[in-house]
């Protein structure tokens, strides 16, 4: 029997299953395709995850809502291959985990193949959860490698038709522009913003070539319910409700998460896994994620000029305001501060609409799908 079985080989998989593995743990991770590249350019602030292996970092940020902001705040562009590296995981078996079976001892983990797997504790980290119901909230975006490197422009809402401009430099002589949809439910079609982007494009006079990048990543993501699994990664409702992000996140709590998991595992796994949830979602977590749920509200009914204002308000206050909203999970008061500055300097219509977002108590998510709770197949 395994100590910890991971679902899932992404990023956040990686990272709980190597936190765990420094400690001592015997880990499994299972997934598909176990070798993949991972296939998405992340971008994270540098400040959020120090020392993560970095193509490319720009050490000012770009942003347009009507006007220019250069922001004193670094920007990176993962190294995939290395954070794979960086994090280390001992083994990945290839394979997709159709259910679980929990017992007193340990659990059961069924595989597509008919195999069964034993593990005192399961951790599902296998990206957005199955049986989502109705129209998520979701952030779109359609990006194309062109052959120039500029600035890292973070986002540009000038000349906005709803969706606005990230320009990523890869650090190898070409970047990436995204034409990206922030918040829509449901979410802008993609094709749709490929048709933007090659408008864009067009009138620049540049031409894409390499590869295309499709985002689409599901905002509202609810929030864990009770159970034996332990869930990680956007699986764990980990995606910033406002923003998208989720992997410094992950990163940042995945040795945390193996802490608790070591510290309980010898009163059994039960025990165990409860703890590592407890890490995962503390009460500050859970307030201010109904903050950032608010916020997520807010932006779904902005017009793309009250967007353009919106964000000239916003990256006009002090970085350290801005990282605590962007970043800083676990930290209530400086959320709240950073919300209530951005209201008292909006103009009337803007407030209307930071106010009039509804449906605050569902702000936490509560209450709804999470796989592998029990013997389940999902679906896909
Ligand atoms: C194109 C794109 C760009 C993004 N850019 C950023 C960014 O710049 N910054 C940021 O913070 N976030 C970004 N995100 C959002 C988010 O960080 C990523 O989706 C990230 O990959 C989530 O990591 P994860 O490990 O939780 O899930 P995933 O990366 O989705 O990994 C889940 C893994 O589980 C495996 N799996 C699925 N089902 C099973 C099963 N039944 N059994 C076993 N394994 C299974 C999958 O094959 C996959 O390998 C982006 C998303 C996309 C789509």
């Keep these: 029997m395994t100590d910890v079985l991971v679902a899932g080989g992404g990023p956040a998989g990686h990272a709980l299953a190597s936190a765990c593995a420094r400690r001592g743990l015997s880990v499994t991770v299972v997934d598909p395709d176990p070798h993949r590249k991972w296939p998405n350019t992340y971008g994270v602030w540098a400040d959020e995850v120090p020392g993560l292996p ?27 291959a290395g954070l794979r590296e960086w994090l280390a995981v001992p083994e990945v078996v290839p394979g997709k985990v159709t259910g679980v079976e929990h017992g007193p001892h340990g659990s059961t983990v069924h595989l597509a193949d008919g195999r069964r797997l034993a593990t005192a504790v399961f951790v599902d980290a296998s990206g957005v959860p199955r049986g989502l119901r109705g129209p998520r909230a979701e952030q779109t975006a359609y990006g194309l490698v062109v052959p120039a490197s500029d600035e890292l ?12 401009r ?26 749709e913003l490929a048709r933007r982007l090659h408008a864009r ?12 990048e ?28 406002a923003t998208g992000y989720s992997l410094a996140t992950s990163l940042q709590l995945a040795p945390q998460v193996a802490d608790a998991l070591v510290d309980a595992f010898d009163a059994g796994p039960a ?5 590592a949830r407890k890490a995962l979602w503390p009460p500050e977590a859970r307030a201010v994620h109904a903050l950032r749920r608010h916020g997520l509200r807010a932006l779904c009914g902005m017009s793309p000029a009250q967007s353009a204002q919106f964000f000239d308000l916003f990256f006009g206050l ?63």
Aim: charged share 20%.
């Design 166 to 191: 990230y320009q990523l430099p890869l650090g190898d002589g070409s970047m990436l522009v995204e034409e990206t949809s922030l918040a829509q439910r449901p979410g802008v079609p993609i094709p």
């Design 201 to 212: 494009l067009a009138a620049a006079g540049i031409r894409p070539e390499g590869r295309a």
């Design 271 to 275: 025990t165990a896994a409860a703890a």
């Design 54 to 80: 970095a193509k490319a970092i720009s050490p000012t940020t770009l942003a347009y809502g009507t006007r220019e902001h250069r922001l004193d705040r670094a920007y990176l562009v993962v190294d995939n």
């Design 214 to 241: 499709r985002v689409r990543i599901v905002l509202d993501v609810p929030l864990p319910r009770r159970g034996r699994t332990v869930p990680f990664g956007v699986a764990a409702g980990l995606v910033h409700p």
């Design 153 to 164: 422009v973070f986002m540009d809402w000038r000349d906005s038709i709803g969706s606005f």
């Design 318 to 380: 002090p970085i350290a305001a801005q990282r605590a909203f962007t970043s800083g999970r676990t930290d209530l008061a400086g959320t709240a501060a950073t919300m209530a500055n951005l209201f008292r300097a909006a103009p009337a219509d803007l407030r209307r609409k930071l106010v009039t977002a509804r449906n605050f108590r569902s702000a936490t998510g509560m209450g709804a799908v999470t796989p592998f709770q029990g013997t389940q197949v999902p679906r896909r």
